[in-house]
């Protein structure tokens, strides 16, 4: 039987120990490097840009179930109309193939680690681990956990733990972990987030752990609790030169993969801002409106040309709504009450030219950065605690200015096109206080901020999570024909579709437990209705 390998170490492969019995100098491999040898730091940077580098993973689905990006082309219909396309089963099982492969470079590191007594570089691979099964789980639901990872030891089909325990165990192995670095101790090498600063890498950890507990709010509140006080009495991120970002390098074949994707011709033309996040923004006079969105120079042949920029007033910006396409059907998009026109002349007409893209100069470059935690969404999630009577240091409503003001200072990380000055951020923030009117009106303001934020930074799975925790914004579902959903916005993901065949009775058992089976609309036990 074929054995399920997406789940065990790839550190099998990074290592080779040649015969040497009595003849080291002659029978040792020149080339292969075992591991005494091998330097474990290497694989945090591997594992960084494994986990960050989402691509078509995050664009074909996460992008537009939150409805942050919109499209008419089919390729997409997965996101903007839960539609099958012929993309589907390869994006259902690249998120679950590419984390486990990133969580299985930080399990390595952490073993090579602990033999060679590198405490930091091991405590920073369980918070990596941590990172990248937090995606997995929260993406999927119950996983293998706490038998993944374990090829050595010939591990090969494990249980799917569920994600109550998931949970449980990341949260003490953060903490552990968290505890457990120590600046006077091995200077940690190869980290693309940090530069191997550990007093950040603590600040990271307690953002992830909050981050962590806030996901439990509904399905155990008192844990939520107890975990997301210990984060902000321990040190949460600071302000935006805290932000975990990860780099990317083309010229090394390293480049960004969302950039890259939406550059092919088809994406180019076809894929848009949505309604609901450019409503909201000119709802609210929002500054980052005209450095994030542009209208394209009018006609298909200009409006196509990633060189030539767009028109970015903010008045002038349409989002495009979810759920149509071009067929010449009831759903063609030309065909709504408030369809803007196209643009161009006969023979050079531009039916979607009206509506606002991604600003190409700000997230276009194939170099651009990749977001994985913000300073921005700690001071939300924090602003979101204290609104719940939690103990947190300072007020709901400071946190959540300070949340909006990084908001919008953290664009200048992709573009210094998109740099919006700290004063105007801080303006603009202290002109949008929290309504503290309600608890609920606090929880909406707060989440929809967040939403926004996460959109505009391109890290469309984190928005997509966060929505499903906190009902925020409030959208209303595309019911297409044909869609796999009942038209309903996903909750999850379907698993990796070999798993069924590979590792069946632990597959089972877990699909068991889902409360309509292994559909893209049963939720998660933290979305528990």
Known sequence: MKKGLLYITLGLTLFSSGCTHDFDEINTDPVAVDASRYNANLLLSRAQYQYANTGYAQLLFESMWPQLLASTYNYYSNGDKYVASSGIIGYQNQLWSDDYRAASLAYEMIQ????KQLTNLANVGTIMKVLIMQHITDCYGDVPYSEALKGKTNTFTPVYDT????????LSELETAIN???????????????????????????????RSAMRLVRANPTLARQYAEKAAAGGTFEGIGDNAVCPTDNSTGNGNGTSSALLVTEDYREVKWSKPLIDYLKANNDPRLGVAAEVPPAGLKNGTNSSLP????????????????????????????????????????????????PTTAVYLGRSAPNFVLTYAETELLLAEAAVRGWTIPGTAAGHYRNGVSAALQSLATFSSAAAINA?????????????????NASLKMINEQYWATDGLLFNFIEAWINWRRSGYPVLTPVNYIGNFTGGTIPRRIAYQTTEASTNPTNYQAAVGRLDKGDTYTSRVWWDAQ
């Open 112 to 115: 090579l680690a602990n033999e």
């Open 163 to 170: 994600q109550e325990a998931i949970y449980t165990s990341m």
């Open 310 to 357: 767009g028109d970015k007033t903010p008045s002038a910006q349409i989002g495009m709504p979810n759920g149509y396409d071009l067929a010449g059907g009831a759903t063609d998009i030309t065909k709504r009450s408030d369809y803007p026109g196209s643009t161009g002349a006969a023979g050079d007409i531009y039916p979607l030219g009206k509506y606002s893209r």
């Open 423 to 439: 004063g105007t951020a801080d303006a603009y923030a202290d002109a949008h206080p929290l309504d503290q009117s309600s608890a």
């Open 180 to 210: 457990g670095l120590d600046a006077s101790k091995d200077q940690i090498t190869s980290d693309l987030f940090y530069g191997g600063n550990i007093p950040k890498w603590k600040r990271f950890g307690y953002s992830l752990m909050l």
